[in-house]
């Protein structure tokens, strides 16, 4: 990491060994003076014994100090303390940097003292090393690695190679990710990087149906299929540390997502990939090459531009009236209490029509469901899909015509008029190279009153580039940033500090910390496990805003606190159980399965959780499947939302249990920016 910072190339420590003069050149920053060579006071006061005869105190120092060197570069417990301390993975950056760490610098005859005290011993040698590297590791280097000025320095792997970056624009529907695909098929590994599961679920059974071994991992799942060489992931699990061949991040103009960005920052920076493609919109483009400029890659990048392959009319609206809706159609809306009553509605109006339904809080594997039943159009099958925005990042699906039930969302706070890129992202999901409607998609509105926004949508294009890309820090700098500040009490208290005190490069902006991970932050006060965990468990994709969710979570930090096995803490669910409480479950055993690939010593009842999920999700299939009007008007009233009507009906009595709702975290929000 550091190594880049001072332009020392993996083979300078041994030509400096060998007392070559050596100049070095940094691959991409120019030339950089060589590192002074210093190995103690008194060899700096004697200029270094360059000229004359060294003295025998000065040869018996060097003597003792080349014993060290050797012996604390060749131990495995001092490489993998001084691992943990610089908080990097690769053995032979550790190594060069306690390679660096004894060329530059000047040990003080205090120093050198208590080494000649240790007498040979080499448990109390290398523990006097240890405390002089971590002396001047925080001293000199750290506040380097808390730096969020240049974030591409914390991948290494990927500065050292030379990648060519293939930046496919266009349209939705113009075969870009098809193209990618298929070149990362024809290498020798590869690895596909997804905005959503449920993207990433399709892909990995796209590339296993071609006869190419593909794992899937998403945040609380692995499925393996024989072969490590290709992975599909969702882009938050970017494996960043082996070399691939060809790399593909889907939708990279989400880089400037306020909440998600971070991501797919972190996987162009990090991927380690000979080929990488990006696919997307061309608004990012600006963004891009401001990144690949600042890390010297922009030579490397090529545009390939792409065409929509199915022509895409704006129609006349519907005037509100549903029995107009067709066989194929699509009918979005930006809630799931709409989604439901849209469906009953249509239910009424087109008795002969079959409604399926897509949003956000749905299991991907039954989102897999209800898009493959509707899908089934294509075979003659009179289906129509109403859906949220989440069919707007490449889900296959037979859709004739878009039909956009608003064009206003609740969002942060307020209704908000969708952007043109939204529009433009929705509404070319209809028509569909391959799929039952190749010959041309339609777009309209259910009232009048929107059309003429829809229609200004695609006459005037998706609007403003995107200028600056996502960040947040790794945990490995959060947890050199607690190292340099141990005299705050507590993990919530740094990380308020760290909100506050954050600075980053105009190319940046820092993606919202205090909806996510300052609320779990401040879930796991008053617990003692260690501040490494606590920085990996704040990441955690907690999603449930209730007081149940809230305890749930509140006793699994506990029994991990005692070091006891974390019980799942709820059974799986019978028939006739809520469809918002089903939802609510299915994200609590996503969290426990999350929590347990990075804790199995305590969290040790994925198995168990496991068989709750599969669960949750036949009943939900189930239910979903089911037509009776009474069925339908219960589960219809109960979707409100994500937080069910009677949050706030009793009030929180543990003080530690933490206020998850939006009100808490935004007014949290406006307390740190006055602060």
């Not at 994925?606 to 999920?613: A, N």
């Amino acid at each position: 990491m550091l190594l880049i910072r001072h332009g020392v190339s993996r083979c300078a420590p041994a030509l400096l060994h060998a007392g070559v003069r050596w100049q070095s050149v940094h691959p991409r920053h120019g030339r950089v003076p060589p590192p002074p060579r210093l190995s103690s006071e008194v060899d700096r006061q004697m200029g270094g014994g360059v000229r004359g005869v060294r003295s025998k105190q000065l040869e018996k120092r060097d003597a003792l100090l080349r014993e060290i060197r050797t012996l604390c570069t060749r131990s495995s417990s001092v490489r993998a303390e001084v691992k943990a301390l610089i908080c990097e993975s690769q053995d032979d950056i550790v190594i060069n940097k306690m390679e660096y760490f004894f060329d530059n610098y000047s040990f003080k005859d205090k120093e050198i003292a208590r080494f000649e005290s240790c007498k040979g011993d080499t448990e109390e040698t290398l523990d006097e090393f240890y405390r002089v590297f971590a002396d001047w590791f925080y001293m000199h280097e750290a506040p380097r690695y808390s730096d969020m000025h240049r974030p591409w320095e914390w991948f290494p792997k990927a500065r050292y190679m030379r990648r060519r970056i293939y930046f496919h624009a266009g349209p939705t529907n113009s075969g870009k990710t098809y193209e990618s695909l298929e070149r990362m098929m024809k290498a020798r590994s590869g690895v596909y990087c997804a905005p959503l599961k449920l993207l990433a679920a399709q892909v990995c059974e796209k590339v296993n149906k071609a006869g190419v071994p593909c794992e899937l991992v998403i945040g609380d799942e692995v499925i393996f299929n024989g072969s490590g060489e290709f992975i599909s992931c969702t882009v938050e699990m970017c494996p960043l540390d082996e070399t691939i061949d060809v790399g593909i991040i889907d939708e990279i103009q989400m880089i400037g997502d306020n909440e998600r960005g971070w991501a797919w920052t972190r996987a162009l920076l990090g991927l380690p990939a000979r080929e990488i493609h990006l696919c997307g919109e061309p608004r990012a483009i600006p963004v891009i090459k401001k990144l690949l400029r600042a890390v010297g890659e922009e030579e490397s990048l090529r545009i390939m531009w792409h065409e929509r392959l199915v022509p895409l009319k704006i129609t006349e609206p519907l005037s509100g009236d549903l029995r107009k809706v067709e066989r194929g159609d699509c009918i979005v809306t930006f809630s799931r209490k709409q989604v439901y009553n849209i469906k009953n509605q249509i239910e009424e109006a087109r008795p002969g029509l079959k409604v399926n339904i897509v949003y956000g809080a749905l299991p991907h594997d039954v989102r897999e469901a209800q898009t493959s039943e509707f899908n089934k159009v294509g075979d003659g099958a009179n289906s129509v899909l109403v859906a949220t925005d989440a069919i707007a990042f490449g889900l296959n699906l037979n859709i004739r015509r878009i039909i956009f039930s608003t064009v206003q969302k609740f969002t942060q706070g307020e209704m908000r008029a969708l952007t043109h890129a939204n529009v433009l992202q929705i509404g070319g999901r209809a028509g569909r190279a391959g799929c039952a409607f190749a010959d041309c998609g339609y777009v309209t509105s259910l009232h009048n009153r929107d059309t003429a926004y829809v229609r200004k949508a695609f006459e005037q294009g998706a609007g403003e580039l995107i200028q600056r890309a996502g960040l947040i820090p790794t945990a490995d700098i959060l947890g050199v940033y607690w190292n340099l500040h141990q005299d705050v009490a507590s993990y919530y208290d740094l990380l308020k500090m760290f909100i506050k005190e954050v600075e980053t490069e105009d190319i940046f902006f820092v993606c919202d910390m205090t909806r996510q991970m300052l609320p779990i932050a401040e879930m796991m006060e008053g617990l003692s496990f260690p501040i490494q965990e606590k920085i990996v468990i704040s990441f955690v994709p907690w999603g449930d805003r209730s007081e149940e969710g809230a305890k749930l979570l509140r006793g699994w930090l506990e029994a991990h606190d005692r070091e006891e096995v974390v019980h799942v803490g709820f059974d799986a669910p019978t028939p006739g159980t809520l469809l918002q409480d089903l939802e609510r479950m299915f994200k609590w055993t996503e969290c426990y399965g999350w929590l347990a690939m990075r804790f199995p010593m305590t969290f040790t009842q994925f198995d168990k959780c496991k068989h709750i999920k599969d669960s949750i999700v036949n009943l939900m299939k189930a239910e979903l499947s089911r037509s009776d009007e009474d069925w339908q008007k219960v589960h219809a009233a109960s979707a409100v939302g994500d937080v069910p009507a009677d949050f706030n009906a009793k009030p929180i009595q543990d003080r530690r249990l933490v206020d998850l709702s939006e009100g808490k975290v935004r007014s949290r929000l406006e307390d740190l920016r006055k602060a």
